[in-house]
């Protein structure tokens, strides 16, 4: 039987559903107890980048393999114990701490985070959740088997308004949805780079080998460290992994993607499938150490429960971006204009096209969304309340509240561990332009494409594991 059937009739056999929808851990504490209000003692791994932002007087450790970029967090806790190597810690530390929080380099995310829920450690990892399609069902497994509270840190998780909206079908049957993250003009892009060579001294204070972690080893050079590292597969998910997490969730979501997950006896296997078209300057035509320069991203979906089979489309292409919208608006002119389409909608959203209008909305779980055409909808009003509503407090917050009992996070694990699976699966794509790849998410596996399926895992670096 495939392990993650085993892991996913445990987690339900330990959960119920609660209050307004509420998925609440019997024990959700069993793995710990605290009292009201109590500190949760927490390590924060990657603490002179993203992770300065969650240290506090509960931080009992601090991880960093660059001491020049922790310089500034270590000397806000001078007391606190300080590591290069999140494994030394955990092994010297591990009694004295409750929670992990994981901020470093996305191929370095899930070492850590495994490592530390196999120990009982509540993991709360900043996103994208994981490098590889592979870790993500690894991490959701572990968090089930060790009935650990997690979260993916993605900012807000999904949009509750636009759930309700799509699932009571005020725009009818969904047909389409289109998503596009950065405007690309304005940030780095992939396309063909040089690979960095050259022989370089490794700085005073870094750790080079620790910073590789997992990835294939090679000499350092500054470049890949600079504020571009995100163009190199090897040490990131690029533009998808860095907008999937706060977009995808929402269609994830009020689409009911992740039933897709859910083995069902005597059912067929579900099947997804994804095709990239990318841009072709690099050599051979694919874009192998860095992501390709451009890339439109399509997912065929099958039925899921009342929801037909539908496409869903990632754009990072300025130029095929704007095409798009016109598309649109020049099929359904009574929607209005996409001369006048708004600005703060014309990047960072989402527009799902329904039989009886088009709703936009933004990332970041913002509550923000517009119906089209104006008039059909202006009277329109939100349905009935179905779900748990954000607190306006810190997604670490909502985490920490868990620990001590509270109900589940939005993004743990066991939701952010399909969700990942399947937007990385996009990456994966542009590896093979033009071929349509069948993911089987049941198995966790490529089924028509061996060389693709191997890309689903990649091997880890000798000497690591995990």
Sequence with gaps: MNRNSISRRRFLAQAAWGPAGALVLRSAASARTYQTNGQVRCAVIGCGGRGRTFLGDNTAAMVDVDQRRAAVSFKLFPEVPKFEDWRVMLDKMHPQIDAVIVCTPDHNHAGPAAAAMRLGKHVYCEKPLTHTVHEARVLADLAVENNVITQMGNQGGYNVRAVEHVRAGTLGEIRTVHLQGENRTQHAAGGPRPTPSGTHEVPDGLNWDLWVGPAPYRPYNPVWMTPEWRIWRDFSTGDLGGWGPHLFATEFKALKIGSLWEPKQGADRPILRVTAECSDDCPGGVCRVTFPRWAIIHWDLPAREEFPPIRLTYTYSDKAWIATIRQIFDEHPDWGSA????????????????TKGLMRTT???????????????????????????PLGRPVIQGWTEAIQGGPAPMCDFAFSGPFTEWYLLGNVATLFPQQTLEYDPIAGRIVNNESADQAVRPEYRKGWVL
């Design 363 to 389: 990332g970041h779980g913002s509550s923000n969304m517009e119906l089209l055409p104006e008039a059909q909808f202006q009277d329109i009003k939100d349905p009935p309340e179905s779900l748990p509503r």
């Design 339 to 354: 001369d006048t389409f708004r600005d703060e909608y014309r990047w960072r959203c989402e527009l799902w096209v329904g």
